[in-house]
T-cell receptor, first 116, second 111 residues
């Protein structure tokens, strides 16, 4: 069972279009991260969201954390070929009641291709 | 530059060879991870070390042997690998309830 479901799995669009990718779970996360990974490279952190309902913007990228801290979305405005890559979401889960041990879990990713 | 450095970046090895992958971080993090990423497959968590103690081992074959001599260094020793072990191996480090930072990865090809 995949704890974090990302959709769509693949997305191919033309330059200038807008898009949204989703990250959903039935679990409540203490924080959630979005990463972008280019072929042959390690994932690079884009943003961390912590508060339910939080919205963060990074140039043309808008990240939103759901009110219940179970889901998140990434919206890209006017996509460019340089946005091409694998987008991964990762959630941090508290695994013990003492509040000291957090487990990180990743979604399967959304592979985005932006065609010129 | 994420603060996590992996070497080598590329490695080609025969099935009878022994080699090691190295990961180093100076971010003050207390947890380090090895992930395997095969073509068209999601990230697979292999090992987790917290405060130099292995806390997770996800049914990884014994031909992969991790070592964490201190909180800044993590190794993955490889021995008698199979062609299906060819993949991108990623190291990550993390502080308590903070983001994970990844190295650039080692592209491993087993021939």
């Amino acid at each position: 069972t995949q704890l974090l479901e990302q959709s769509p799995q693949f997305l191919s669009i033309q330059e200038g279009e807008n898009l949204t990718v989703y990250c959903n779970s039935s679990s409540v996360f203490s924080s959630l991260q979005w990463y972008r990974q280019e072929p042959g490279e390690g994932p690079v952190l884009l943003v961390t969201v912590v508060t339910g309902g939080e919205v963060k913007k990074l140039k043309r990228l808008t990240f939103q954390f759901g009110d219940a801290r179970k889901d998140s979305s990434l919206h890209i405005t006017a996509a460019q070929p340089g946005d091409t890559g694998l987008y991964l979401c990762a959630g941090s889960l508290l695994v013990n009641s003492g509040g000291s041990n957090y487990k990180l879990t990743f979604g399967k990713g959304t592979l985005l291709t932006v065609n010129p | 530059e994420t603060g996590v450095t992996q070497t080598p970046r590329h490695l080609v090895m025969g099935m009878t060879n022994k080699k090691s992958l190295k990961c180093e971080q100076h971010l003050g993090h207390n947890a380090m991870y090895w992930y395997k990423q095969s073509a068209k497959k999601p990230l697979e968590l292999m090992f987790v070390y917290s405060l130099e103690e292995r806390v997770e081992n996800n049914s990884v074959p014994s031909r992969f042997s991790p070592e964490c001599p201190n909180s800044s260094h993590l190794f993955l020793h490889l021995h008698t690998l199979q062609p299906e072990d060819s993949a991108l191996y990623l190291c990550a480090s993390r502080g308590r309830n903070t983001e994970a930072f990844f190295g650039q990865g080692t592209r491993l090809t087993v021939v």
